[in-house]
């Protein structure tokens, strides 16, 4: 646990620029974010589709590097870890990413059991008796029986995937799990499982986390605070309950707006992107 009055994650200014086309200009994914996380803290990042959500995530989980900026997890500057396996294998002990997709970053070959057992020796956590022990507790935090310890990813549910990926990322004891869309592909019950399931994970162990979503009513559910992005910057930020309750920004009034609910109207969404497309045009000329 955290116990000093820095916050367990400090990011200061990252920026990201993607080059993807000899003499385009870059598409800058990440402009100057900067932000914070505490022990124990769910930090939401909400914004349209390629806003930045996913760069952001993978930044804080080492698979994406910032041309500049800096990041600090527990004291620790991501950038002073290295380069190379060990480093990458340090970097993941601290933090720990789930993704939409687990069928995609599970190995298929492995069973449940192993996929655990495996997560835990490559981190030297347990060996041999130890880590199965270690699988059968984890099992137990994310609801999985002894039955389903044994089979393989294919042999199991969307949801019941996604428990083994998070089983996984907890194997590691890591400060910070970050959830890029980790529910979005899951049905509403099954959803709420999960959701339920990563506040107890959380209560019991004062991880932190980063949880990336489009669904602002999932953000609302899980996070204390929330970053409004727009085109790779940070455009609002605060408690999650104000923000989506109360948004300061025409930006994230037009993301509230644009959910369909009772009463929804798809023409006040057009007309309130056009309004905001036109206050940015002439704020920049
Ligand atoms: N590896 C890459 N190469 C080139 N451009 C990239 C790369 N990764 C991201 N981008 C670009 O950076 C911008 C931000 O992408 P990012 O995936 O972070 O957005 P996002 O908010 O997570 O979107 P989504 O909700 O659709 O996943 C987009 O314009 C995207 O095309």
């Given at each position: 646990?955290?116990?000093?009055?820095?916050?367990?994650?400090?990011?200061?200014?990252?920026?990201?620029?993607?080059?993807?086309?000899?003499?385009?200009?870059?598409?800058?994914?990440?402009?100057?974010?900067?932000?914070?996380?505490?022990?124990?803290?769910?930090?939401g990042l909400?914004?349209?589709?390629?806003?930045?959500?996913?760069?952001?995530?993978?930044?804080?989980?080492?698979?994406?590097?910032?041309?500049?900026?800096?990041?600090?997890?527990?004291?620790?500057?991501?950038?002073?870890?290295?380069?190379?396996?060990?480093?990458?294998?340090?970097?993941?002990?601290?933090?720990?990413?789930?993704?939409?997709?687990?069928?995609?970053?599970?190995?298929?070959?492995?069973?449940?059991?192993?996929?655990?057992?495996?997560?835990?020796?490559?981190?030297?956590?347990?060996?041999?008796?130890?880590?199965?022990?270690?699988?059968?507790?984890?099992?137990?935090?994310?609801?999985?029986?002894?039955?389903?310890?044994?089979?393989?990813?294919?042999?199991?549910?969307?949801?019941?995937?996604?428990?083994?990926?998070?089983?996984?990322?907890?194997?590691?004891?890591?400060?910070?799990?970050?959830?890029?869309?980790?529910?979005?592909?899951?049905?509403?019950?099954?959803?709420?499982?999960?959701?339920?399931?990563?506040?107890?994970?959380?209560?019991?162990?004062?991880?932190?986390?980063?949880f990336?979503?489009?669904?602002?009513?999932?953000v609302?559910?899980?996070t204390?605070?929330v970053?409004?992005?727009?085109?790779?910057?940070?455009?609002?930020?605060?408690?999650?309950?104000?923000?989506?309750?109360?948004?300061?920004?025409?930006?994230?009034?037009?993301?509230?707006?644009?959910?369909?609910?009772?009463?929804?109207?798809?023409?006040?969404?057009?007309?309130?992107?056009?309004?905001?497309?036109?206050?940015?045009?002439?704020?920049?000329?």
């Amino acid at each position: 646990m955290n116990t000093s009055a820095t916050p367990l994650v400090v990011a200061d200014g990252l920026h990201r620029a993607f080059h993807v086309a000899r003499g385009a200009d870059p598409v800058v994914a990440v402009d100057d974010v900067s932000f914070t996380i505490e022990a124990g803290e769910a930090l939401g990042l909400v914004g349209e589709s390629g806003s930045g959500k996913s760069t952001i995530a993978r930044i804080l989980a080492g698979l994406e590097r910032a041309d500049s900026g800096s990041l600090r997890v527990a004291g620790i500057d991501r950038r002073t870890v290295g380069h190379g396996a060990a480093a990458r294998l340090a970097r993941a002990r601290q933090v720990q990413m789930v993704f939409q997709d687990p069928y995609g970053s599970l190995d298929r070959r492995l069973t449940v059991e192993q996929t655990l057992t495996h997560a835990m020796r490559l981190h030297g956590l347990a060996g041999g008796r130890d880590a199965k022990g270690g699988a059968a507790e984890l099992l137990e935090r994310v609801r999985l029986s002894a039955t389903q310890a044994r089979l393989k990813p294919y042999q199991l549910s969307g949801g019941q995937r996604q428990r083994v990926a998070i089983a996984r990322a907890l194997a590691v004891e890591p400060a910070v799990l970050v959830l890029d869309e980790a529910v979005s592909a899951l049905d509403v019950s099954v959803q709420a499982q999960i959701l339920e399931l990563l506040d107890e994970i959380r209560r019991e162990s004062r991880i932190s986390l980063l949880f990336v979503s489009h669904d602002l009513a999932v953000v609302d559910e899980v996070t204390d605070r929330v970053l409004v992005l727009f085109g790779g910057a940070v455009v609002e930020e605060g408690r999650t309950q104000d923000v989506l309750r109360k948004p300061a920004h025409p930006y994230t009034r037009l993301l509230i707006a644009s959910v369909p609910g009772p009463g929804w109207d798809p023409h006040d969404v057009i007309a309130r992107r056009a309004a905001f497309e036109l206050s940015r045009s002439d704020a920049s000329t």
